[in-house]
């Protein structure tokens, strides 16, 4: 158990709807960090933000938006869904944003999109 | 883009066996990560190598980074059924006051009993 809570574990839904993804860091972690792993692609960096800033961007669609909260859990929202779409989303959190801080992965909500 | 490239992609092996999987690029990295995903979990860091030619052990692993730091490679001996998983390394780059790691594709490992 690394810690990171996400919720939901699993979603099934159509094209053209919108869901929204939440994570709890670990007790204490302020960075928060969006992948999205799919076979084809592998796992792909979306967001990160820090202590309820935005930090970096990745490949994050437009479609896709994400925040941290005041209590610093953080929400992805992907909307307008495309078959494309169906990953496995992960949030990780690490303490500090610093490469010497281990980031710790959730264990991720599947997505699946028809 | 910065792109790391894991070889082989699949390996199915007998438990006992020695294996080495490798992690390329062609862009240097200020350090590089291995780590483990099993079925319906989240990635583990396994280990982080920051010095070119850097050595690590882990028990049975042996982590390698390279000379120039753009690519590694993670060596197993005698391999045992636990050891199954998706091996992933990831370049850690900095820039901008913020710092991303880069993944790989991945080995997915299978040792057979």
């Known amino acids: 158990d690394s810690g990171v809570t996400q919720t939901p574990k699993h979603l099934i839904t159509a094209t053209g709807q919108r869901v929204t993804l939440r994570c709890s860091p670990r007790s204490g972690d302020l960075s928060v960090y969006w992948y999205q792993q799919s076979l084809d692609q592998g796992l792909q960096f979306l967001i990160q933000?820090?202590?309820?800033?935005?930090?970096a961007k990745g490949n994050i669609l437009e479609r896709f938006s994400a925040q941290q909260f005041p209590d610093l859990h953080s929400e992805l929202n992907l909307s307008s869904l495309e078959l494309g779409d169906s990953a496995l989303y992960f949030c990780?959190?690490?303490?500090?944003?610093?490469?010497?801080?281990?980031?710790?992965f959730g264990e991720g909500s599947w997505l699946t999109v028809v | 883009t910065q792109l790391l490239e894991q070889s082989p992609q699949f390996l199915s092996i007998q438990e006992g066996e020695n294996l080495t999987v490798y992690c390329n690029s062609s862009?240097?990295?200020?350090?590089l990560q291995w780590y483990r995903q099993e079925p319906g979990e989240g990635p583990v860091l396994l280990v982080t190598?920051?010095?070119?030619?850097e050595v690590k052990k882990l028990k049975r692993l042996t982590f390698q980074f390279g000379d120039a730091r753009k690519d590694s490679s993670l060596h197993i001996t005698a391999a045992q059924p636990g050891d199954t998983g998706l091996y992933l390394c990831?370049?850690?780059?900095?820039?901008?006051?913020?710092?991303?790691?880069?993944f790989g594709k991945g080995t997915k490992l299978s040792v057979i009993p």
């Open positions: 990780a959190s690490s303490f500090r944003d610093h490469p010497g801080n281990t980031i710790y």
């Open positions: 190598v920051v010095t070119g030619g």
């Open positions: 933000y820090y202590n309820g800033e935005e930090r």
């Open positions: 862009s240097v990295f200020s350090s």
């Open positions: 990831a370049g850690v780059s900095s820039g901008a006051g913020s710092y991303q790691l880069t």
